[in-house]
């Protein structure tokens, strides 16, 4: 049986109190949208956004885009309910797909907050996504990407917040990411050894479509599943760096194939052209034809 591979691509954020690009989202080529109702949100519209939000996730219309919201975090004065609206929402059939919780800086947290979900009796659809974006975070990642084993905590992708990084480190952003590379690649180490995908963090400069088009190159190079953006014209660049090119499925298929005939089944490596494939290769030939397949089907 094959696993279900829900494309995570590119998820763009939105601010919650931005009407227009809330309803511009419903026709984007993009995988995920994360509606924001922390950073992008002033303190005194963050009550309005909030409203907002849930009414226009009772209109729907998102198709196939996963839709999270980002609520602020458990430390806030709005934390308690920005989670029950989207608690109730959920409850309604017209809730988000999961809750971004940001600056996430334990494991605990995420307990903290299935605890909560359980206790507004939140329909276990509703999942939850945690931003790793301060020093402590990135420190604690394997025991915070971990917190993905245990169900209470709902935890199924953790997402980059180079921002806030460079904010709390003194690190420049560059390109190439240099000085903060360490922390990317720890990020989707401990993301993959507890289970959960990881999301790179985004690129500010959104005129500048070629330097983020190797920033994304580079991140699928590192092993995230998808980027976060800002802006609709990162979406296409972000796509086309994280679709495995028609000429690698092609090849996956071959050797899948390979390794299933019949005079192949004792066989544990190949040798294709001078190469040699393990059985591992067709694992990750077979990974990759499903993530195809998936992006395949989509409208
Ligand atoms: C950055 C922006 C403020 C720029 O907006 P704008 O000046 O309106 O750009 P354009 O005129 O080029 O927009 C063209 C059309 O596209 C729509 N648009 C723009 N941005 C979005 C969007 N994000 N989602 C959907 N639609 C969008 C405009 O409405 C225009 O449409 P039309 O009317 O048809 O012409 C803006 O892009 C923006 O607000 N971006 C998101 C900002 C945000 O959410 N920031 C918070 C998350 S990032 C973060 O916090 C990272 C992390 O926490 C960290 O620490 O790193
Ligand atoms: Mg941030």
């Not at 939850?128 to 990407?145: K, N, Q, S, Y």
């Amino acid at each position: 049986m094959t696993a279900f591979v829900r494309p995570r691509r590119s998820a763009l954020y939105m601010p919650g109190s931005n009407a227009r690009a809330m309803e511009k989202a419903r026709t984007l080529p993009v995988d995920a949208i994360i509606i924001d109702l922390e950073d992008a949100v002033a303190p005194d519209a963050k009550p309005q956004a909030r409203d907002e939000v849930a009414a226009t996730l009772a209109q729907g219309g998102f198709g196939p885009r996963e839709v999270v919201v980002r609520v602020n975090g458990p430390e806030t004065p709005w934390f308690e309910e920005d989670l029950a609206c989207m608690a109730r929402a959920s409850a309604a059939g017209a809730g988000p797909d999961a809750v971004l919780i940001p600056k996430v800086g334990d494991a605990e947290t995420l307990r903290l907050v299935g605890r909560r979900l359980e206790a507004l009796g939140t329909p276990a659809a509703l999942g939850v996504w945690a931003m790793i974006e301060t020093p402590i975070a990135v420190l604690r990642a394997l025991d915070i990407a971990l917190a993905a084993r245990d169900p209470l905590t709902r935890l199924r992708v953790l997402v980059l917040g180079t921002n806030d990084l460079a904010k709390e480190t003194g690190a420049r952003i560059l390109p190439g990411r240099a000085p903060m590379q360490a922390w990317l690649s720890h990020c989707v180490l401990a993301a993959r050894a507890g289970g959960a995908e990881v999301l790179d963090g985004v690129w500010n400069d959104f005129r500048d479509v070629a330097g983020f088009a190797s920033e994304c190159v580079q991140a699928a190079d590192l092993g995230f599943d998808g980027k976060t953006l800002i802006h609709p014209g990162q979406i296409e660049p972000c796509n086309a760096a994280f679709t495995p090119p028609c000429e690698e499925i092609t090849a996956a298929r071959g050797l899948i194939e390979l390794f299933d005939r019949p005079e192949n089944a004792a066989k544990g490596v190949l040798q294709i052209e001078g190469r040699m494939y393990e059985r591992m290769h067709a694992d990750i030939a077979r990974k990759r034809v499903a993530l195809a397949d998936a992006i395949a089907a989509r409208p």
